[in-house]
């Protein structure tokens, strides 16, 4: 019997613990025993290790966070902690690892790739959303909808005040999850790093929306596209009016995943041991063209996965 | 300027009014007039009509049911009434219209478009997922996320008291629903109408569970699958414990759409307009590949959208 | 060094388990040992126990149903039953136990009390909130606040169709919980076990509000008013439309507890901790007069809580 | 038949509009006019009203903000504001008003009663919890679970990276939330503006608790308790691990109102128009022991309600 390894790092997101269950039942249906590494690729280095079986992975797929831990570790950076991580799979008998996390994470698992003779399988998750190779990632769908919640009750604010918020979301390089959920919650404005954003634009957007008659604004903008409260006081230097901020923080990376996390955690997880037991490793897998598949690793790595920006060109006409 | 017509058909479902939003916003953007017939089809037989501006759609993106509200029409069935709405579009100079709505709508919709030379494009708006041309339907993503949150809850109950849940979601006649929700809530055994359930295998799951060390079981059955109440005895009679029958009622038709029903809405509503302004009709729009495209409405009409039964296999398999 | 007991017992209710942890941290900055008797009643015939420190309650504060788990258990009903629960808090030296649960269950700790020498002390929990001696019960404020929102839900659909649903909710035998949430919803009718209801009053408040334009109407009805579904039959037959009916079942009692049920938890165990080192038993907590305080378990027994009917007859107003 | 007035002043709270609705509807029963200024005290100086009947305040008992609209209004602080929102009063001939708000709503309506004939009501609804003369204010118990959910989120995180986070939750002058919060959250450090906090007090809980093995970190803290940017570098540099800062802004003061919130709203309501009706001004309604009762505005505007701190005590005692 085979033994296969699994891995959380990185950030954690919603739906991880979907997937680790996944990966432990499937597993053992296929007659392979499953060893879970603690606290990322810390757990790779220091050897802590605890078997996963079909029960005691009961009673997680509905909670956030990851029961394997997770951590920043900057050892795995160095070729001194990638070998240790190898050596540690080796003696450990492990044939495929299976490494859930985001981009930084896949990186990792490349580098390590090539000291290993273990097969190495990534999934993606993350709620970045910003893995090349996949359509979504696990936990991202979570993270939009717990920020649309948030967001909904601030235009109730909004409204009754009759004023202008700036709400921060995450993405500290990226704009997937402000580009969704900005369209969402009809956000007059949405600010990405992907894109420029002239100041006098957004001048003359909320002004038009002050003279069409709206009684609020909403600004979606990412963390990464600069200082959103410097942003506020010119916006309020501008228009003279009030302008707030908002930061929807750590928040949306826990809570229970939703439906839809849990499921593509639950198809990520069979297809990444599927794809162990036809001894195919240096993957990732992912949905493409709405369907699950699976492109090189390197390749996932190596390429930048692009931002639809025409979905911001609908938001403006939607937040008409 | 031409005049484009919408209405809401058959049961509501989240999402429907980010539709009406968004259908009202584009067509503006477009210089379209937008008029929203009350009440479904019989809005269209008594020409009860009230224009969509982008102003008076404002505010709804995040509530659930229909603005212009629904109906069951019975004369809509018969020649006469399909031509008294076909005398509606003309009075009112309707050039195309968009029907949000489910199979039966489309049905609807159909026997119209032999009536008229008003353009008719179909956007699917229905819980039940079950509409041939869209991997997925407004509202379906809300409805399982519903419900799912609802089976958490009594899991808490099921584990506290070791007990055996039959909880009883949508579908009279599809699965969809009760497959994506027994799916991600972990379910024991799932029930739908689309697949042969043997007694003798339901007990044989149960009792292998027990044996496992399991302390609870959920079975999420479809309402189409038959009489849940019998089951339950059934089961209590076969296995000696008590057996609770949960009935997840209309709540999962209502409440604030989730991101992604709200997102569907928004790029469906757009395609929609868009297909108008082609002079394009008798299509429905749907999202095939994970993208958003548009296939004939006959087709969709006339043929049985499949349910991927594999999704069951797995669930069995996470289930064990 | 002493020790104390927890029990939780009947159906489970929310915040239980913040129960639990506060009554083990308090005991232990107390320098007292607790030990949980699981399943209810069951553990103390089958000496099944375990012991409960300030860190294997760790993490349960916001979870629905009780670690310790609970049941029905008809032996405990009979004299022998009780005799042998005696013993085992005997053999284990539980110099107090705290029973955690609704009136059944005070009525098994009174019995209790008759044959042990240990002071026992009862914590309201139910989600009924039929508890003498007590303004509330923990998980009672959680399970309102479930109903409410999945009543809220299915006032879309309500709107949207211009129907008239019937929406059963939790109580046998009586109606804290439908008066509460018929109230906080906003039902057009509210009938509870306690009160008369005619059913030509309903017709006549139902028909008056479809006179003044209402476009849609909310029945709360507790499960013990008699049976629903006849009821919605009756008002079809009567006022000739539609009518639903919604039953929101088994998901009341589960779900993370809301900050007030988790507040009462805290502060219902503290006080019971503090009644067991003055040396007081046969007494329940409970909230009188907005505060914490305590009186005689038997008085509780023996008492019939009174609902307030003047919150009908506001609720009746409230929906005019 | 007489007038009354309605207003909602300063910053909104989840409820207003329960209490506007309860308002509207008990006045109708009692046959009285209601109107409704908008935007505060703005809709005194410039009335700005409109009519509420049973009718129009439909439909927003579960709406979070406030449907009359609320601002700050600087012009109100001076002799002459008030003067001329009295004149307003009169040339409206409104008998008496309710003013819904906080305790600077309450300091303002106490200055109007001194320049109007008209009977002033207040209602107690701000997130703060702040007024005196009521134990409880609208809208607090929906902020206080807005938080906790919020919070329950983060703890996925902080257990998941073995982290401590600082929650910063509303509360510039006063506790209430974030005591509260900090206790049903099972915060280990809760910090207040009405008591100090010594550094290496804080220093040494959080120790502890990494010894005793507790793999993650909650300390809420209201706003007004000082830099808490500025605490996280302290930690983070006293104890060398990441410290977190999550501030959970606006969020707090929308949303659906909880059933507690409502009920509130509906009883405050029904008794301010009681008052009225008895010809009472120059007072508030509130929760005293528990019950619904009344107090003399004056004495609420000049004394300062008492924040518990024994629930500080029990909070650290429970987060053990």
């Known amino acids: ?68 831990r997770t951590s920043r570790c900057p050892e795995f950076k160095e070729k001194k902690g990638i070998r240790k991580a190898a050596e540690t799979l080796d003696s450990n008998k492990v044939h495929g690892l299976i490494v859930i996390g985001g981009d930084g994470s896949f990186r990792g698992a490349l580098e390590l790739s090539r000291e290993t003779d273990a097969l190495i399988i990534g999934i993606p998750a993350t709620i970045d959303n910003d893995v090349f190779g996949t359509e979504e990632t696990i936990g ?19 409204i009754s005040l009759e004023r202008i918020f700036i709400v921060e979301v995450m993405g ?17 404005v949405i600010l990405v790093p992907e894109a420029k954003h002239e100041i006098k634009e957004i001048f003359q957007i909320i002004k038009e929306n002050i003279a069409k008659g709206k009684r609020s604004g909403i600004i979606v903008a990412a963390e990464g596209i600069g200082d959103t409260r410097e942003l506020a006081r010119e916006i309020e230097k501008e228009i003279r009016r009030e302008v707030r901020l908002s930061i929807i923080g750590y928040a949306q990376r826990g809570g229970s995943p939703t439906a839809r996390s849990r499921l593509l955690a ?55």
């Open 1 to 68: 019997m085979k033994t296969i390894g699994v891995v959380t790092s990185g950030g954690d997101a919603p739906g991880m613990n979907a997937a680790i269950r996944a990966i432990a039942r499937v597993a053992y249906s296929k007659n392979l025993h499953v060893l879970g590494f603690e606290k990322g690729w810390e757990g790779l280095l220091t050897n802590t290790v605890t078997r996963l079986t079909p029960r005691n992975v009961g009673g997680i797929i509905q909670s956030g966070g990851t029961i394997l």
């Open 172 to 188: 500290r390089t990226r704009g997937f999850l402000a580009a969704t959920i900005g369209l969402t919650v009809g956000a007059e």
């Open 266 to 320: 639950s198809l990520f997880a069979d297809k990444a041991v599927q794809l162990l037991l036809e001894e195919k490793g240096s993957r990732i897998v992912g949905l493409q063209n709405g369907r699950v598949a699976d492109i090189e690793l390197k390749k996932s790595c190596t390429t930048k996965k692009p931002l639809d920006l025409s979905l911001l060109k609908l938001a403006k006409v939607l937040a008409t």
């Open 140 to 158: 991202f769908d979570t993270a939009v909808n717990t920020a649309v919640a948030e967001i909904d009750k601030i235009r109730d604010t909004a």
